[in-house]
C-alpha cells in the first residue's frame, strides 16, 4: 500500500484566497484524522471523521475551516478566506479505528503570504 | 479534560548516551498509550505503544512503561544514535473515541 497520501505537498497562497487540501487514506481504514502542526502550539487535532461522519469537530478554529468526506478513499480541508496564520503543517492520518495506530501522511506545508 | 504532557527540549546528547524523554497524561478511563516520532520533513511514524497498565513497548532499543501509579510513559534508551535525532511525541488514545491527544514533542538531537 502507498501509504496516506496527501496533496499538494507544498502551497503558498495569498491572503483571502482559497485552500484546499487533500487526503486519501490507506484503502480499509475507517478513520481520518486532520492535524495541524506548527511550531508555537504543537500538533492540534483538527477534525477526525469515522465512517465518513465527522466525529468530532471541535478543534477546527473557526468557520473559515471546513472538511468534508465525500467517501472513504477520499477527503478535504478548506480554508476560505485564508489568513497568513493559518500558515503551518496539516498532516492527515488513518487508522483502523478505536485504539489502533495512526498512519500519517507527509504533510501539506501552507504559506500563506 | 485528556492531556498529555511533555518534557521540553530540546534534548542534546553524544552518541551512545543513554536517554530518557518524561512523559506524563491526564486522562478518565484507561487509556492507550504511544510514542511516535517523527523525522525531518517527515509525518509522524509509530514507535511503540502500550495498551493497559504495566505494559512494556519497546521497538528499535526504545522502551516505554505504562505506569498507572504515577500517569507516565516515559521513553528511554540505553545508547542513543545520531540517526534517533527527531522530534517525539507521547500521545494517548481514549477507548471512546479514535483521536490520539499529542503532547507538544520533544527535539531529540544527537551529536557524533
Known amino acids: 500500500d502507498a501509504g496516506v497520501i496527501q496533496s499538494p505537498r507544498h502551497e503558498v497562497t495569498e491572503m483571502g484566497q482559497e485552500v484546499t487540501l487533500r487526503c486519501k487514506p490507506i484503502s480499509g481504514h475507517n478513520s481520518l484524522f486532520w492535524y495541524r502542526q506548527t511550531m508555537m502550539r504543537g500538533l492540534e487535532l483538527l477534525i477526525y471523521f469515522n465512517n465518513n461522519v465527522p466525529i468530532d469537530d471541535s478543534g477546527m478554529p473557526e468557520d473559515r475551516f471546513s472538511a468534508k468526506m465525500p467517501n472513504a478513499s477520499f477527503s478535504t480541508l478548506k480554508i476560505q478566506p485564508s489568513e497568513p496564520r493559518d500558515s503551518a503543517v496539516y498532516f492527515c492520518?488513518?487508522?483502523?479505528?478505536?485504539?489502533?495506530?495512526?498512519?500519517f501522511g507527509s504533510g501539506t506545508q501552507l504559506s500563506v503570504l | 479534560g485528556d492531556s498529555v504532557t511533555q518534557m521540553e527540549g530540546p534534548v542534546t546528547l553524544s552518541e551512545e548516551a543513554f536517554l530518557t524523554i518524561n512523559c506524563t497524561y491526564t486522562?478518565?478511563?484507561?487509556?492507550?498509550l504511544f510514542w511516535y516520532v517523527q523525522y525531518p520533513g517527515e509525518g509522524l511514524q509509530l514507535l511503540l505503544k502500550?495498551?493497559?497498565?504495566?505494559d512494556k513497548g519497546s521497538n528499535k532499543g526504545f522502551e516505554a512503561t505504562y505506569r498507572k501509579e504515577t500517569t507516565s510513559f516515559h521513553l528511554e534508551k540505553g545508547s542513543v544514535q545520531v540517526s534517533d535525532s527527531a522530534v517525539y511525541f507521547c500521545a494517548l488514545g481514549t477507548s471512546n473515541t479514535g483521536k490520539l491527544i499529542f503532547g507538544q514533542g520533544t527535539t531529540l538531537q544527537v551529536k557524533p
Open positions: 492520518a488513518s487508522s483502523l479505528g478505536v485504539r489502533e495506530k495512526l498512519f
Open positions: 486522562a478518565t478511563g484507561y487509556p492507550s
Open positions: 502500550a495498551t493497559k497498565a504495566d
